[in-house]
């Protein structure tokens, strides 16, 4: 299957800060989704891009399909405790159904 | 919207019996369903895909007839580990794509954490 790689794998930061977090893919995806998922449960969608530049925010969230279509990046301003948690992308390719996931970025937010 | 919800949350039995997840989107008709596995610590790995009315389209190396998948409606599907043993223990996590949602997005359900003994 497709490989997304997902950077950084982890981190640590003070609440307040900003975080950014990217995707990366060798193959050109038609869109690509951000999900959040926090321990014993489902991951919960966050954002949808459905076209190469297109920035979409939601809250304190961004995300931008990246213009190669074959990464998106994911930017969270302002963090707060509650966001912890692993954030998963997942890419579509330009036929079928699947999605394939990330490796997925551990975020753990200090008081 | 887009609800979907999974039963059972949480299950234990014992190695050599099946056990069967539901999974149900509770506010729209999926036409199709997935079904992932996530071990601990990892990302969620697609099992097998499932459309309303057909035959599941599993992935490689998943054995379909261990993981059965039935999607008799619109709001339905289930999956049945049989004969399940120690290594299939796991967190089993579907999801839902219907006709109300043209971006192709997929909505999860709180998954089952199934423990075999």
């Known amino acids: 299957g497709q490989q997304l790689n997902q950077s950084p794998q982890s981190m640590f930061i003070q609440e307040g800060e900003d975080v950014s977090m990217n995707c990366t893919s060798s193959s050109i995806f038609n869109t690509w989704l951000w999900y959040k998922q926090e321990p014993g449960e489902g991951p919960v969608l966050l954002i949808a891009l459905y076209k190469a530049g297109e920035l979409t925010s939601n809250g304190r969230l961004t995300a931008q399909f990246g213009i190669t279509r074959k990464d998106s990046f994911l930017n969270i301003s302002a963090s707060i405790p509650s966001d912890v948690g692993i954030y998963f992308c997942?890419?579509?390719?330009?036929?079928?159904?699947?999605?394939?996931f990330g490796t997925g970025t551990s975020l753990t937010v200090i008081p | 919207g887009a609800v979907v919800s999974q039963h059972p949350s949480w299950v234990i039995c014992k190695s050599g019996t099946s056990v069967k997840i539901e999974c149900r989107s509770l506010?729209?008709?999926?036409?199709?369903m997935f079904w992932y596995r996530q071990f601990p610590k990892q990302s969620l790995m697609l099992m097998a895909t499932s459309n309303e009315g057909s035959k599941a389209t599993y992935e490689q190396g998943v054995e379909k007839d261990k993981f059965l998948i039935n999607h008799a409606s619109l709001t339905l599907s289930t999956l049945t580990v049989t004969s399940a043993h120690p290594e299939d223990s796991s967190f089993y996590i579907c999801?839902?794509?219907?006709?109300?949602?043209?971006?192709?997005?997929?909505?999860f359900g709180p998954g089952t954490r199934l423990t075999v003994l």
């Open positions: 997942a890419g579509q390719l330009g036929t079928g159904n699947q999605f394939y």
């Open positions: 506010d729209f008709q999926a036409t199709t």
């Open positions: 999801s839902a794509r219907g006709l109300d949602h043209p971006g192709n997005e997929q909505f």
